[in-house]
């Protein structure tokens, strides 16, 4: 199996210089595109998260206006409903007491016809 040599090695004091200092100089560039690469995704994904945040700020807007305009047309609704009301039982009270005035007219009636009856059977008797 053959192994892979970073840096080549001279007769004293370790390794070659230049091998180190271009492998240095290599990890440096590499270092660099990923910052690059890493910094341009950063600012990507920045301008998508302002971009969703515009959406969300529009979206939120909108639906406050709408749910305004749906409680303003509930609180319509409701008053409409009150006065409905109101006006079926001030009707049903009306009617409710023309049907008392009729039932005493006709109680009253009866009592007269039958006092009538009662004193022509006295009469007759």
């Known amino acids: 199996m053959k192994s892979t040599v970073l840096f080549r090695r001279v007769l004293f004091g370790g390794f070659r210089r230049d091998d180190v200092l271009t492998y240095v100089e290599k990890l440096e560039e590499e270092n660099e595109k990923l910052q690059l690469t890493r910094n341009d995704e950063i600012n990507r994904l920045q301008e998508e998260l302002e971009s969703y ?21 509930l609180n319509e609704f409701q008053d409409e409903a009150n006065r409905i009301i109101v006006q079926q039982r001030r ?3 009306e009617i409710l007491q023309g049907v008392k005035s009729r039932v005493a007219v006709a109680i009253a009636q009866d009592e007269d016809i039958h006092d009538k ?3 022509l059977k006295k009469m007759v008797g």
């Not at 515009?54 to 303003?72: F, G, K, N, P, V």
């Open 117 to 119: 009856v009662i004193k």
């Open 91 to 93: 009707e049903a009270e």
């Open 53 to 73: 945040k515009a959406d969300y700020d529009e979206l939120s807007s909108r639906t406050s206006l709408r749910i305004s305009q749906l409680e303003a047309q």
